[in-house]
């Protein structure tokens, strides 16, 4: 093992604080909202935005969001590295359950294995892809015991990779990494839709209360191992699905926040917080695509892809539909994460998309009239809705086709698109950690249930496989690179738009940390009155 191992102290709590608050003490609450009910708060399936935010809260992995945006050891006390950096062991702190049983390393093998459970419903297992053998397992090629990751007594769990990882420890970050109370689990597979003390966590918070898209109430963990406690009594996210009703409710001083990560900011009332030079903007590696099915006949070609792909205007939906300081996206990756010298796409591609078009449609055998009409898929969500008819008149105006447009909710839209029932789908993609390849593994394989274009090419495979080999940053790069450029050229993704985090919040509020990713860490947050 390597002598540069890590350490990060701690003192024990020597004494606990109750849920509860004596009458006459005044609660220290923050007012949030949720603009989506998450879809699930057991941190193997809930890996949407919405669900990620709150299960920060109420789990604690090995690492997490440190106060200035960065990444330190959480439950990990110590971290031994091997010497081919694929062999991680981790020393873990002495913490409990909010039921009072002992966190221990069997319980992060337990849940990490179950999350590649062939059997197991989630539609994030191919996060977990990173382990040994993770990916055989789920594919039914293995059994669960030879996925790399054991406990090796209750205080020491080894993590075995796939292959080399330099961002590991922000990737574990992720609750998707948390631990889960094996014994809970084992007795009730349905403690996730419980509350308090049946949801049993082990993060800064507890599940105080759930009401299925109406409320959830996170109150202080009494067991909550740091002595570095959470700095709020209490944390209540209300599910707020129109933006205006929530913006109603932040300017009558009923919600401390509006906006990102916790909801969408709608143009115009962007556009007024803006003038009232009271909105927050952050760069973030996020951004939004179009999901293409390539296994649809119309949309079987790159060309074609190629064509629609020019046809949008991304100037014009930055600066004269979006006032948050949004970027036009002309590749797959963020701007801060590309590496391809030039964009694929440009400002100009809309006058050359017409021309591709027409040679696209004979190559595939139709005709502008017999061309079938696109049918283009998005949530229902007001700021998705307003950039999807913009995309709708675009197309139809520079390529004279006819296209649909089809809403659903926000989950129901997910699992649209892990189905592959859509030909073409707006997505936005929010990084779990700052690195090219949370971006371009979404298309490594067409099993993953977050890749329903029907895509997949051995090239594309190949190259960030041997990313994956490369000890050297410069050769890595060299090859995501390369797979950057082959996804360009195929176009199963068409991109759209590099976000902005955007936000208004309570002047009196203060504490939270967030990450380049844009994740939010309101483990410190706290409103002073």
């Not at 998707?176 to 949801?199: H, I, M, N, Q």
């Not at 209360?209 to 996170?218: G, P, V």
Request: glycine share 4%; with cysteine; net charge negative.
């Amino acid at each position: 093992m390597k002598a540069s191992t890590l350490f990060v102290a701690c003192i024990t709590c020597l004494f606990l604080i109750g849920c509860g608050q004596p009458r006459d003490a005044k609660i220290k609450k923050v007012n949030l909202y949720l603009q989506n009910e998450p879809n699930s708060l057991d941190p193997r399936k809930g890996g949407d935005k919405r669900a990620l935010q709150v299960l920060r809260d109420l789990f604690e992995g090995l690492t997490r969001i440190a106060r200035d945006g960065s990444i330190e050891l959480a439950l990990a006390q110590s971290i031994d590295v091997s010497d081919d950096n694929l062999i991680y062991t981790f020393k873990l702190h002495p913490s409990q359950w909010s039921n009072g049983e002992r966190v221990t390393a069997h319980d992060f093998e337990y849940a990490w294995k179950q999350a590649v459970n062939p059997e197991f419903p989630t539609m994030f297992a191919y996060a977990y892809y990173i382990i040994k053998n993770a990916k055989k397992a789920q594919e039914g090629k293995c059994s669960l015991d030879d996925v790399g990751v054991k406990a090796l007594d209750d205080e020491t769990l080894e993590l075995t990779l796939e292959h080399l990882t330099p961002y590991l420890l922000e990737y574990i970050a992720s609750p998707l990494f948390a631990p889960v109370c094996r014994s809970v689990d084992l007795a009730d597979p349905d403690w996730s839709g419980k509350t308090y003390p049946e949801f049993v966590s082990n993060g800064p918070f507890v599940l105080k209360e759930h009401m299925i898209s109406s409320q959830i109430t996170l109150e202080k963990n009494p067991l909550y191992w740091s002595a570095d406690k959470p700095k709020s009594d209490q944390l209540s996210f209300a599910i707020i699905e129109d933006p205006q009703t929530a913006y109603n409710m932040f300017l009558a001083g009923s919600l401390d926040w509006f906006g990102d990560p916790f909801g969408n900011m709608p143009f115009e009332i962007c556009r007024n917080i803006q003038n009232q030079k009271k909105l927050d903007k952050k760069p973030i590696t996020g951004c939004s695509w179009i999901f293409t099915n390539t296994t649809s006949p119309h949309l079987a070609s790159p060309k074609i892809r190629t064509a629609i792909a020019s046809a949008i205007d991304r100037e014009d939906l930055t600066q004269n539909l979006m006032s948050g300081g949004e970027q036009p996206l002309y590749s797959l990756l963020p701007k801060s994460l590309s590496l391809l010298d030039k964009p694929f796409l440009d400002k100009d591609s809309p006058k050359k998309a017409r021309e591709l078009f027409e040679q696209s449609i004979q190559e595939l055998g139709y005709t502008r009239e017999t061309y079938p009409t696109l049918v283009l898929s998005h949530c229902s969500e007001p700021v998705n809705s307003l950039t999807a008819e913009a995309i709708q008149q675009q197309l139809q105006t520079n390529l004279g086709i006819r296209v649909e447009l089809d809403a659903a909710d926000w989950n129901s839209h997910l699992t649209k698109i892990s189905n592959g029932e859509f030909q073409l789908s707006t997505c936005g993609w929010f990084a779990w950690f700052h690195d090219s390849i949370e971006f371009l593994e979404v298309l490594k394989n067409k099993e993953s249930k977050m890749n329903g274009t029907g895509w997949e090419r051995e090239e594309y495979i190949r190259l960030l496989d041997i990313s994956d080999g490369c000890e050297d940053p410069k050769e890595r790069n060299i090859y995501l690179k390369e797979a950057e450029a082959f996804i360009m050229q195929e176009m199963p993704l068409i991109p759209l738009i590099n976000f902005t985090c955007k936000y208004s919040k309570n002047p009196n509020l203060n504490g939270e940390a967030m990450s380049q990713a844009g994740n939010l860490e309101l483990k410190w947050v706290e409103k002073n009155i």
